[in-house]
């Protein structure tokens, strides 16, 4: 995912582009993250942050709802983090960086 990296890296900073790789992978990367969260009703959220308007926000509680307990503390883990710096860091950065990824508004095709 070097493409990835470089779009990252400039959003979440060089500590949070792994998390963020890690969720893109094990999710079927950008659109089975979209899915993920349109699953677990946060389709109008997400969407938001692949279209070219206002992205809006999610809490650290949705975040943790949407990836699941057992990933949020293996991403903790590797992350040197406490599950609930790593859910207020995402839900900080996860919308700026799918925005990033979406800059036409729309899931590129991989």
């Given at each position: 995912m070097g493409l990835f990296d470089g779009i990252l890296g400039g959003v979440v900073g060089s500590a949070m582009?792994?998390?963020?790789?890690?969720?893109?992978?094990q999710n079927g990367g950008l659109q089975g993250v979209v899915n993920q969260f349109e699953q677990k009703g946060l389709g109008e959220t997400v969407r938001s942050w692949v279209g070219t308007g206002?992205?809006?926000p999610i809490t650290?509680?949705?975040i943790h709802q949407v990836l699941g307990s057992g990933a949020v503390q293996e991403l903790a883990q590797k992350a040197g983090l406490s599950?609930?710096?790593?859910?207020?860091?995402?839900?900080?950065?996860?919308?700026?960086?799918?925005d990033k990824m979406t800059p036409a508004g729309v899931v590129p095709k991989t």
């Amino acid at each position: 995912m070097g493409l990835f990296d470089g779009i990252l890296g400039g959003v979440v900073g060089s500590a949070m582009v792994g998390v963020v790789n890690h969720i893109l992978e094990q999710n079927g990367g950008l659109q089975g993250v979209v899915n993920q969260f349109e699953q677990k009703g946060l389709g109008e959220t997400v969407r938001s942050w692949v279209g070219t308007g206002q992205n809006l926000p999610i809490t650290a509680d949705q975040i943790h709802q949407v990836l699941g307990s057992g990933a949020v503390q293996e991403l903790a883990q590797k992350a040197g983090l406490s599950v609930p710096e790593l859910t207020q860091k995402l839900s900080q950065l996860l919308p700026q960086a799918i925005d990033k990824m979406t800059p036409a508004g729309v899931v590129p095709k991989t």
